[in-house]
């Protein structure tokens, strides 16, 4: 059993920083991509950044130059540190790990809870 678990959401002025932690628990799942996703209010769920067991790193356009991901491997966690927030920024942000088990060849995707984002102009 995979499960995430998500901590430091919250509320932020404009222009100021927040940062999200996840950590993924399951020995025996191999995790190959870690990231985050956002869901604003009305809006469907998109991408905010990735990073790869390489460490290649994904970002939307829209975080670009603001957002940082972070991830260790050792510790299966992955953390975004989110500075220059913008009030466009408020959404509930899930984390995101795509792996598989040990043993197994189907890769499963798997989504944390979600933490709410609020940022207030």
């Known amino acids: 059993q995979v499960q995430l678990v998500e901590s430091g959401g919250g509320l932020a002025q404009s222009g100021g920083s927040l940062r999200l932690s996840c950590a993924a628990s399951?020995?025996?799942?191999?995790?190959?991509?870690m990231g985050w996703y956002r869901q604003a209010p009305g809006k469907e769920r998109e991408l905010v950044a990735t990073?790869?067991?390489?460490?290649?790193?994904n970002y939307a356009d829209s975080v670009k130059g603001r957002f940082t991901i972070s991830r260790d491997n050792a510790r299966k966690t992955v953390t975004l540190q989110m500075n220059s927030l913008k009030p466009e920024d408020t959404a509930v942000y899930y984390c995101?790990?795509?792996?598989?088990?040990?043993?197994?060849?189907?890769?499963?995707?798997?989504w944390g809870q979600g933490t709410l984002v609020t940022v207030s102009s």
């Open positions: 990073v790869s067991l390489a460490g290649n790193t």
């Open positions: 995101y790990v795509r792996g598989v088990r040990a043993g197994e060849i189907k890769y499963l995707q798997i």
């Open positions: 399951g020995r025996t799942f191999n995790i190959e991509t």
